[in-house]
């Protein structure tokens, strides 16, 4: 229902406001986002409906008690549309929380989100388009972007990875070696 959608929108932004763990990671996602699209040579403009996503689903998806955290969000747009901007930003947000929020930086350390792709094209493009925006939020870590303040975001690097399966990429050290 319109209500509850707006709702949680609603309270993502009260909780901007009141979480400042969730503050910061909502702004080093942001400057993540708008610097990979610097390097692509365009500056960053969110539609309403990406902002929309990201203050409906960050509650649930940051908080693992929240009582949103069983419900499925789907964004349907066309091709073009934004959709993959606004999940990567949802990604950049969270592994940004993960490291702000936990006792050491330390502690938000390892594998923070699983895409999947059924098209070996689409896995390929939309790679390269995580890897921007991983290698943006790596950057911000090492301080080679300005965030604007000394952060504490860990020691480990932010990193991706990526698997196709054999009949595009070895599927063992050895195989890739041998090839």
Known sequence: EIADVLGRMRR???RLTSDSAM???FRLANLAMETQRLWG???LVWRPFQLGFLLL???STLDPQHPDRGVMDLLWFPTG????????????????HRRLAGARP??????????????RLLTTQQFIRAA???????A???GTVDAGRKLALGRTPFSLGLWVGGDATPNTRKDAFDN
């Open 106 to 119: 330390e502690d938000g350390d390892g594998v923070a989100c699983i895409m999947r792709y059924t098209l």
């Open 81 to 96: 549309g934004g959709k993959t901007e606004a999940y990567l930003g949802l990604v950049a947000l969270v592994a940004f």
């Open 12 to 14: 993502g932004v009260d």
């Open 140 to 142: 911000i870590r090492r």
């Open 23 to 25: 503050a910061e990671a």
């Open 132 to 138: 921007a925006t991983i290698c943006a939020c790596e």
């Open 41 to 43: 040579g365009s500056s």
């Open 57 to 59: 689903s960050m509650e």
